[in-house]
């Protein structure tokens, strides 16, 4: 199942600009070099000198966690502009499309009631 992350970066007044370029550049370093990562969105908040958005987009869990823990551009930013940063905070999520098309109602294969109880047992 597919990984997203939707990050929160916060900088330091007056350094969103000298930011911006690091994590773009970081950014074309991990579509390019981590076949893990499907897709990087960089996002200028309009009302918010100090924040930059991220939505990232993985093949999988751990394709998000090579690139976050073990991944070179990541560590490449952090030494770039690790000082510039006043936080960087994320929520995880599942696609949507995919949660609900995985789900036992959803399924091709699922007959009515069969995850609802296991098989030999009294509903009651």
């Known amino acids: 199942m597919k990984h997203a992350v939707i990050g929160t ?3 330091k007044p007056g350094t969103r600009d000298e930011v911006l370029r690091a994590v773009l550049a970081h950014r074309e370093r991990s579509l390019r070099d981590e076949p893990g990562t499907l897709q990087f969105e960089v996002l200028i908040p309009n009302k918010d000198e100090n924040k930059i958005l991220l939505f990232e987009l ?6 998000f966690e090579a690139h976050f823990h073990h991944g070179a551009s990541m560590a490449q930013a952090k030494k770039e502009i690790g000082h510039l940063m006043v936080s960087l905070t994320g929520v995880h999520s599942t696609l949507a499309v995919e949660h609900h098309r995985l789900s036992p109602a959803r399924r091709v294969d699922a007959k009515p009631g069969a995850d609802d109880v296991p098989a030999g047992s009294s509903s009651r």
Do not use: F
Not at 58 to 63: E, K, L, R, S, V
């Open 58 to 63: 993985y093949t999988d869990t751990a394709a």
């Open 9 to 11: 970066l916060e900088v």
